[in-house]
């Protein structure tokens, strides 16, 4: 005896759909399409660009000014090092500064894709030299992009470090010259006299 298994049409219809379903899926997932959505890059236009290149320079010329300022300001208090010491620590970090920033211009100009990125960087160094980010008024915020925002925060860091460097060398005590013991007076031992012989 056969038994007739009967299954309903609204059954096929959603076994169907699910197949369509997975189908599409496996389709989406070999051509990459769920890959690309996932990842989250955005083509931003020119004028998304040049907002994002503008809070990237005042971010790094913020970072510099800032660490300027701290060395600036530490070696105009009375020191313990002499004057001359002072100067050449000072001045060794605010080359060492200087050099940083335009490090950190070049790496942003590169990865805008600016074709002379040497040009780019002294131009941008010679404007903020001109019209410091502390003297002019607070834009919006802006969230940079994560490339951006790398270069941003190295320079943060290292011109942190470099500022934290020399206020540590200009504030150390004045290294004091080791006690000299002065030679104790050496005694003269006078010959003992000989013992006269007796006849």
Not at 137 to 148: E, G, K, N, T, Y
């Amino acid at each position: 005896m056969n038994d007739i298994v009967r299954i309903s049409r609204r059954t096929l219809f959603v076994a169907a759909g699910a197949l369509v379903a997975v189908l599409l899926g496996l389709a989406l997932v070999t051509t990459g399409v769920i890959a690309r959505a996932a990842e989250g890059n955005t083509v931003a236009n020119a004028t998304v660009m040049k907002t994002q290149q503008s809070a990237a320079e005042r971010d790094i010329e913020r970072a510099y000014e800032q660490a300027v300022d701290q060395v600036h300001k530490v070696r105009a208090l009375n020191l313990a090092i002499t004057a001359a010491q002072a100067d050449a620590i000072a001045q060794k970090t605010l080359s060492d500064l200087k050099a940083l920033r335009h490090s950190a211009f070049v790496s942003l100009g590169q990865v805008l894709g600016l074709a002379d990125v040497e040009s780019y960087a002294t131009g941008t160094e010679q404007r903020f030299d001109q019209a410091p980010v502390a003297a002019q008024p607070s834009p919006a915020p802006v969230l940079l992009a994560p490339r951006l925002y790398a270069i941003v925060a190295r320079m943060s860091e290292l011109a942190t470090q470099l500022s934290d460097q020399a206020t540590t060398s200009l504030t150390a005590p004045a290294a004091t010259p080791a006690p000299t013991v002065a030679p104790s007076p050496s005694r003269t031992t006078s010959p003992s006299p000989s013992p006269t012989a007796r006849p």
